[in-house]
Structures are given as structure tokens and as C-alpha cells.
């Protein structure tokens, strides 16, 4: 996992970023703020689909906050867009959403089936990444 | 980057990949090998659409073979396909056509725009990621 501070330069050209195309790896440890600016955690690793090649979740480690702990929460990539001035991505979560939304930690892990995928597309109400 | 076998398991499941779901950062530093087993090089990173959140490209960083020296490879997803036993990508590609694969190298770098994006695409035969 790389964060954004550890650019991979080549001449004045950084491989990891196009203008449409992002690479995987400067992805993961990318901040993940609220549209306030207020910082609440971190991408820790993108879900594809095997076959498809899509993105299904974001995995946002949470920083604690609300009193929550710290726990990994399955985000859908359409959840996430890139603020420029904020560098890093912006979720557009509210305080209510984000305490009962779909999570796991090390002793309730997340099961990754269709079932546990579509709670997450339902929760935040959007069409499954399957569909 | 990670590699498959430093798997952060927790209990006895694996976060980083699912039935049909795989992480980021697992792809990161997998194997790939022709068909006949043998070991080309290695993801280095996959490159996403920023909106679509599509794999546009998997670029491999290529080990030196046929007298070829250490470049990187953009290679469209579906050239691709995990052989469990293999424990590594499979890329169906012939040494003609990697001889002659669009490639980069640091003093020569990739230009990631639409009219290179398609040069790698028109080469494997494949639609464009785009269309």
C-alpha cells in the first residue's frame, strides 16, 4: 500500500495517474474525507471482480470517529469521487448513514458473498455491480 | 505491493479475496506466466478508469526474456486469467507478439492517452475498454 506522498516519478510523468486512468496502488492509502473536508479514513484496497475487471467495493479503513471503531466498511466505488483540493476521495455519507452502515472488523469479518454484496448496493441504494 | 503469499488472513478467511471478488493489492505483485508454465514477469499495478471504475489496464513489469530488457507492459484485463495451479495470471500471448507488444520503459515512457490506450487494444484484438 502506497500513499499519495510516494509518487513513482518518471522524468515529470507519474505512471500511476492518466487523465482518466488511476493506478491501483496509489488508490489504496488515499485519504477519504466528507465533503466538510473532515478526514474519516482510508482506502485500503479496491474489490474486483475476477472476471469482470469492475470495482465492486472500496474498502475504507475508518479512522474512528463518532465513537465508532475501527472498522472496514465495503463502499461502493460510485460512492467515491475525487476531490482535487481535498486530495483524496470525497464520500458523500452522512453522520446517520455512516453509523449503521454495512462494516466488519477482525472478529465479525465480512462475508463476501451476494448476499452480503447486495446489503451494501441496497444500503446505499444503488443497482448491484453485478446487475 | 504484496504478493500471495504474505495473505493477511484473519480467523481463516482472507480478506482480499472472495468467491468471485479479488483485493487490489493482491493482484499487485501476483505472477504471470504463459501457458506452458513458464514465468514472465508480475503485475505491477492495475491502471482503473477513474468514473467507470473498470480495469483498463494490467501492467506488467516484465522479468527480461527473448533478449527483451525490463519494461512494462500494458495489457488489457480480459488477456488475462488466474491459473490456480499456476498460483499466478496466465497470458495467452505468443513471443511474436510480445516482441513487438507495446511496452515502456523509463526512458521512454507511456503516454496514457486515448490514441496509446487504443494502440494497446487494436494490438491484442480487443475492444476498446471505452466502447
Chains 1, 2 share one sequence.
Do not use: C
Amino acid at each position: 500500500m502506497r500513499t499519495h506522498t510516494e509518487t513513482e516519478k518518471v522524468g515529470s510523468h507519474d505512471h500511476r495517474e492518466t487523465y482518466d486512468l488511476i493506478g491501483s496502488d496509489k488508490v489504496e492509502g488515499t485519504n477519504v474525507f466528507r465533503s466538510n473536508g473532515e478526514k474519516i479514513g482510508q482506502i485500503e484496497r479496491l474489490m474486483l471482480g475476477k472476471k469482470s475487471g469492475k470495482v465492486a467495493f472500496a474498502v475504507m479503513s475508518f479512522g474512528g470517529f463518532l465513537g465508532l471503531g475501527h472498522d472496514h466498511y465495503p463502499i461502493p466505488w460510485e460512492r467515491l469521487s475525487f476531490n482535487e483540493s481535498l486530495g483524496g476521495y470525497e464520500v458523500n455519507i452522512t453522520d446517520r448513514e455512516l453509523q449503521s452502515a454495512p462494516k466488519y472488523d477482525p472478529s465479525n469479518e465480512w462475508q463476501w458473498d451476494r448476499t452480503h454484496d447486495r446489503k451494501v448496493y441496497d444500503y446505499y441504494k444503488l443497482p448491484a455491480y453485478w446487475m
